[in-house]
Structures are given as C-alpha cells and as structure tokens.
C-alpha cells in the first residue's frame, strides 16, 4: 500500500479503476434504468445519443481549458458533475439535463486521463503501464456488472444507479493526491489535417458500434429471455476477458509491433461477432461476446501509445477530444438509428444491424495501416 501511496502513475491507476468501477455500473445498467422509469426503445436512443453527443459539443472548448486548468482540477471537476449527474440521474430527476452532465464528466477524463497517464510514464513503459491500467479499469466491470445484477434482483432496477456514488467517492483522495501542473499550450491549428486519416477508421467503427453495442443487454435479454442477474452474470465475464485480454497486449507488440497488434486482434474479433448476431444457442452466443469484446476492445491502451508516439504533449488532450467528439458523434447517429429501426421492427431489427456493424467493422479495420501510414508520414515531414 505504501508502494501504491508512493508514486504518482499507481495513485493514478488506482483512482481510475475505482471510477471505471461506478461508471462501469452505470454505463451497464442505463438502459434497463431507463426502461423502468418508463423510457421507449426510441427515447433509450436518444439518451444514449445525448450522453455521447455533449462531448462533441464541448470538445474544443475542453481542449483549451484543460491544458490551462490543470490535467487534475480537470479530473476533479469531472468528478464533481459525475456525483451530481449521477445523484439526479439515479433517482429519475431531470434525466436529460443529468446525462449532458455525466457526458460532460465523461469528456474531461477522456481529455485529461491519457496526457496525464503520459506525463506519468516514461516512454519506454507506456505500452505494459497503459495495458495495466486498462485491464485493472476493464477488468473492475466484472464486479461492478456482477453488483448491477444483484443490486436489481435486491433493489429493483429503478435503484441501481445509485450504488455507482460511492465507487466515485473511494476515488476522490488518489485524485487529490496527483501531482498537479498545467500541460503544454494546446497547439490545435493546422493540426486537424494531420489527424484526419486518423478519424477515418474511427468514425467507421463508432458507427457500426452504435448501431448494437449500446443494446446489446436488451438484445440478449429479448433473445433469450434472461433475467437482470444472469445478463449481469455474462457481461461481468465480458469485462474480465477483456481486461485480460489487455495485459496480453505487450506479448503481442513485441511480436507483430503496435500497428500489427491493434490489427491483428480487432480483426479477429469478426468471427465473433457473427456469432453473436445469428446463432442461438446461448452458450456458444456468451462465449462470442466475451471473445469479441476481449479481442475488439484489447487494442484500446496500445492505440493510445501508438498516437502518442507522434504527437506533441501541446496537442494530445485536443487530439483525444476531437478524436473522441467525432466517434461519439457516429456512435451517436448509429444508437438513434438503432433504436429507432429496433422500435418498429421489434428484435428481427438486430439480423440487419448486426450485418451492417460487422461491415462497418472490417472496413475500418481495413483502413488502419492506411492511416497511420499516413500520420507517420505526416509527422516526419512536419520533424
């Protein structure tokens, strides 16, 4: 423990895996939270577009406010709406207004958590200590999907979110024990250009995944007519594949280089997903949705590693942002959509949105040496 107090990068990977822990219950938990407050398939969409949709809004403005207001009074902050957005969102208040705001929060981590993991992190250990905090926060979902699932079974889904605070809470003292300091000044012009090949295959995938991820526990739930605890149960094992998954992720980049892994392994989650899609027999279904989430989601620390290994400490938080906004964006198009093809076709809707997001998929995955070809070149030339 005096290990973990000690340095500033395990205080980090400490705090973000107890949020992942709230937020993991929350994001598992929304839509059966807003089904029981008496929400539509097609209001879900909505609020799923909008919890996604404030970070693109906000996204430029956090781009330059985070680097001037410090990567930690910009996690504090975030902390500080999650708790209120979640408060009210828990007991069924202003649920609209309560998601901007707990999208919000969601923005300030995403702009200020990697530059700061970075800035923590020699370079030379970025790709195992980012593997490590990503499994650790993946990985907290098993339990906090596990508690989701009892928790309604004991409290009724109308509750759950609630249990989400103190998760928040048990965060706060290895935040305010993170060194603080203001990052570089963000350098945003003529940048956009050099990121876009970038945003190509992310814009792809964002679309195609939210077109089904957002539903996937309706989905199986309808399909198979499981209870909240048994749904509980199989996504729990999903977050711990995956989290395990990670900590693979350096063995793999030894082998075939970050490029070749982040490839390698999204591609080999396709088989997966049409499992997933088209098969019904629920064992063999669990054991594709553990896969293809393990394998699609592995790539996730090393891709960050990979972009920074070219960008500039000035413009990571507006990269993160932007590039974040732009998925959120699609995802956000794609779960509108969704849920309205599902609300007036009922569960025969998912055949067609499945077979749609599996294209998207392999596109974009397609496209991922293209891009970074292209950023590569890009930046030497710019050096």
Same mark, same amino acid.
């Given at each position: 423990m005096k290990y973990i $107090? +000690? /340095? =500033? !990068?395990h205080r980090f990977i400490v705090a973000s895996s107890l949020w992942s822990f709230g +937020?993991?219950?929350?994001?598992?938990?929304?839509?059966? @939270?807003?089904?029981?407050? +008496?929400?539509n398939r097609q209001a879900i969409g909505l609020a799923q577009a909008l919890f996604l949709l404030v970070g693109v809004v906000f996204a430029l403005p956090l781009a330059y406010l985070i680097p001037r207001l410090g990567y930690r009074k910009s996690l504090l902050l975030a902390f500080l709406l999650a708790v209120g957005s979640g408060v009210l969102l828990g007991l069924g208040l202003l649920v609209f207004p309560s998601l901007a705001g707990y999208g919000l929060a969601g923005a300030l981590v995403q702009g200020a958590g990697a530059p700061l993991m970075a800035r923590? !992190? =020699?370079? @030379?250990?970025? #790709?195992s200590l980012f593997s490590l905090q990503a499994a650790l926060t993946t990985a907290s979902g098993f339990f906090s999907t596990l508690l989701a699932g009892a928790l309604s079974e004991w409290v009724g889904a109308r509750w759950v979110l609630l249990f989400a605070l103190p998760f928040f809470l048990l965060a706060l003292p290895f935040l305010l024990w993170l060194p603080e300091g203001q990052g570089s000044p963000p350098r945003l012009t003529g940048r956009f250009g050099l990121w876009l090949r970038l945003f190509v295959p992310q814009a792809i995938i964002g679309f195609g995944a939210g077109l089904v991820i957002p539903f996937l526990n309706l989905y199986l739930r309808e399909k198979f007519g499981l209870s909240y605890g048994t749904t509980g149960f199989i996504f729990a094992l999903s /977050?711990?594949?995956?989290g395990l998954a990670?900590? $693979?992720q350096p063995l793999l980049v030894g082998r075939l280089g970050k490029l070749g892994a982040i490839v390698f392994v999204q591609a080999l989650s396709l088989p997966f997903l049409a499992v997933l899609? *088209? #098969? =019904? *027999?629920? =064992?063999?279904?669990? #054991?594709?949705?553990l896969i293809r989430g393990a394998l699609m989601n592995a790539a996730g620390p090393v891709y960050a590693v990979l972009v920074m290994d070219y960008l500039e400490e000035g413009e990571r938080p507006g990269f993160f942002l932007v590039e974040g906004a732009l998925w959120s964006t699609l995802f956000a198009l794609g779960s509108a959509a969704s849920g309205m093809v599902q609300e007036a076709w009922g569960l025969v809707a998912f055949h067609y949105l499945f077979a749609v997001t599996l294209s998207l998929y392999a596109l974009g995955i397609a496209l991922w040496p293209w891009a970074f070809g292209g950023l590569r070149r890009a930046y030497e030339g710019a050096s």
């Open positions: $107090l +000690g /340095s =500033p !990068v +937020g993991n219950l929350i994001y598992f938990f929304l839509n059966f @939270h807003l089904e029981a407050l +008496g929400f923590l !992190v =020699p370079a @030379h250990r970025r #790709v /977050s711990l594949a995956t990670m900590l $693979l899609a *088209w #098969v =019904p *027999w629920l =064992p063999l279904v669990t #054991v594709a949705l």
